[in-house]
């Protein structure tokens, strides 16, 4: 079935560290790709999406580019900052279905 | 802007009890979703509705039930609860293809 794969954590990396949190994905069709961030005690927010091949998300400072050639679409930073520390979920859609697909979650600790 | 809005935000209920969860969509939104997302897990979907009609259903036990309103605020109804049903669920709403989450309520069955 269709599915959502992405790196294990938890991820530490020291403030201003280049992010890279890697997901792929398994999926009969073309769906569109989401990044979730879950703040500690919080909901989760959309972070950025891509909705076709080639597409390419953006949202503070974040950047992840739907590549349907490697079914993937990794989550990066050029310099994190402490306040990003939180769980990352990598997500799909299809337009057919109401139901989001994530995957497990990554979580990342960015040290002062 | 304005966010989805759930309540209540923590709930404490005990085995076999019932519990009622509500969700009040962003203004304009007509699509309702819930989620269920279990201690150190992925959120799960369970179900949602469009224009007050279930629109598509996922993993939700029948011991749960949900409804949306004419005002598109939706209830999420949980019977005969069970010490797995211990999570936090998530009510999205959406216009179209992006789902906004709220805060979610948390759910402690004792």
């Known amino acids: 079935g269709d599915s959502v794969t992405q790196m294990e954590g938890p991820v530490t990396l020291s403030e201003e560290a280049f992010l890279t949190i890697n997901c792929t994905y398994t999926?009969?069709?073309?769906?569109?790709l989401f990044w979730y961030v879950q703040y500690p005690g919080e909901g989760l927010q959309l972070l950025l999406k891509?909705?076709?091949?080639?597409d390419k998300g953006s949202n503070k400072g974040f950047e992840a580019t739907y590549r349907k050639e490697t079914t993937s679409f990794h989550l990066e930073k050029g310099s994190v900052q402490v306040s990003d520390s939180a769980v990352y979920f990598c997500?799909?859609?299809?337009?057919?279905?109401?139901?989001?697909?994530f995957g497990k979650g990554t979580r990342l600790h960015i040290l002062p | 802007a304005a966010g989805v809005i759930q309540s209540p935000r923590h709930l404490i209920k005990e085995k076999r009890e019932t519990a009622t969860l509500k969700c009040y969509p962003i203004?304009?939104?007509?699509?309702v979703y819930w989620y269920q997302q279990g201690p150190g897990q992925d959120p799960q979907f369970l179900i949602s509705?469009?224009?007050?009609?279930?629109?598509d259903k996922g993993s939700i036990p029948d011991r749960f039930s949900a409804q949306q309103f004419s005002d598109y605020h939706s209830e999420l109804n949980m019977s005969s609860l069970e010490l797995g049903d211990s999570a936090l669920y998530f009510c999205?709403?959406?216009?179209?293809?992006?789902?906004?989450f709220g805060p979610g309520t948390r759910l402690t069955v004792t």
């Open positions: 999205a709403s959406s216009s179209g293809p992006s789902q906004y």
């Open positions: 999926a009969t069709g073309y769906p569109s």
């Open positions: 891509a909705t076709k091949a080639d």
């Open positions: 997500a799909l859609k299809f337009s057919r279905d109401d139901k989001i697909i």
């Open positions: 203004p304009r939104h007509d699509t």
């Open positions: 509705f469009y224009e007050k009609m279930q629109s």
